[in-house]
């Protein structure tokens, strides 16, 4: 097995950038596909916390290739302080960082298109306000700034043109803002794109001969299935295709070149921003699992929503992106509770279903609940857990259908159980 996906199975921040920092020892690539800086993804060794939000998680281990392939979003200045963030902690080189010339730029304007709508909007998604939407907008409306675009300035002029033509009016007449004079972001982004130009090349060709010669490869995810633009709970999502067909398109892969699709599954669920989420709970329980998991968003630093783990939810997720086996993160936060409790189905107008599928009214179901004995591992002999932890990884493994490969009950890289090996 040459290829493993990372690919988040709720809605985002299950622990994807611990674990593709693990697995990334046994990686040559590690390939982010999709997403932009909206994503933060946190590695933890000894007293030291690194949070990642463009650049993959693989970028620690000497050894590694990490490239930013074209289906992200890619927004040049962020990225240049993000490396700069990194410094310390590795040495970095453009044979070691590949950014494709076909990624899609976040411009000044995106990110200030992302903060007036939220702002003005009624029914606000809590986007990160980085830009996201707005620059796939662009992409798929055929007038976005592609990476190539940095390095010549007259082509990067008229990208700008086409793009600023429609969106002035919406800054001047619909929200009366004030927005950055197209020369002024054309000398910034020009002056980028002479920084980032060692590190801009062709990522697909990259990627295609890497897979011929065997080298292992891993996908690393942003965000998570409920937060895809297809499969998520739209419209409270993120603008890009999160999960396994992401990968196809956004790092230019066939099917048979994804071999396996490890889902990162948090042991309880959170979300940041707004949408449904039938499991939260509100006060008491949610309170001392939002404190005890240190659940803040790793990017905006906002309070995540948190809730009783999820199974209907979860063998949708799994089967939207086809998972292969999942890993179980943050199992220590609920070692200790005094109760613990799983949703095992949703009740809608009198019929109960085990498997949330597009149909389904999130904001309407009632969530149906089992308790289960709650768990006081203390995780200091690995791999041996309390009867009550180990139904619970029995209990998910028969309802989803797919095994618990790892289990992570901390967040230094230490603190991770193997149950299956993988790139064997
Ligand atoms: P990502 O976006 O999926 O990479 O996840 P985030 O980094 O946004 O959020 C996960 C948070 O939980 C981070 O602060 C991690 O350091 C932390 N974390 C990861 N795995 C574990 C775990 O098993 N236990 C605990 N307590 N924290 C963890
Ligand atoms: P990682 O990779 C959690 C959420 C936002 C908002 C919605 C749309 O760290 O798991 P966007 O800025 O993408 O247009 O916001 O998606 N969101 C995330 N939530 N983890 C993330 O990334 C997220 N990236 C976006 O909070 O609800
Ligand atoms: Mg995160």
Known sequence: MNTLAIIGAQWGDEGKGKITDLLSQKADLVVRY??????GHTIVFGDTKVVLHQIPSGILHDHCTSVIAHGVVFEPEAFLQELEEIKPHTTVTPERLKISLNATVITSYHKLLDGLREDAAKNKIGTTKKGIGPAYEDKIGRRAVKVKDLLD????????????????HLFEHLYKSEFPPLQEELERLFALGQKIAPFVSDTFSFIDEAIKQDK??????????????D?????YVTSSSTGYAGILTGAGVSTGQVEERLGIVKAYTTRVGAGPFPTELFVGIGEIIQEKGKEFGATTGRRRRCG??????????????????IALTKVDVLSCLDQLEVCYAYEIDGKEYDCAYPGLDL??????YKKLSPFTDDFKQSGVYTTELQDYIDLIEKELGVPVGILAYG???SEIDFRREYFV
């Open 34 to 39: 999709q997403g932009g800086n909206n994503a």
């Open 153 to 168: 300035r007259e082509q990067l002029q008229a990208r700008l043109e086409v793009m600023l033509s429609e969106k002035a």
């Open 216 to 229: 292992k490869i891993l996908f690393e995810g942003a965000q998570g299935i409920l937060l895809d633009i």
């Open 231 to 235: 499969y998520g709970s739209y419209p």
């Open 308 to 325: 009783w783990l999820d199974l209907p939810m979860l063998k949708y997720a799994v089967k939207a992106s086809a998972l292969t086996s």
């Open 363 to 368: 904001e309407k179901v009632t969530p149906k």
């Open 411 to 413: 967040p230094e890289r």
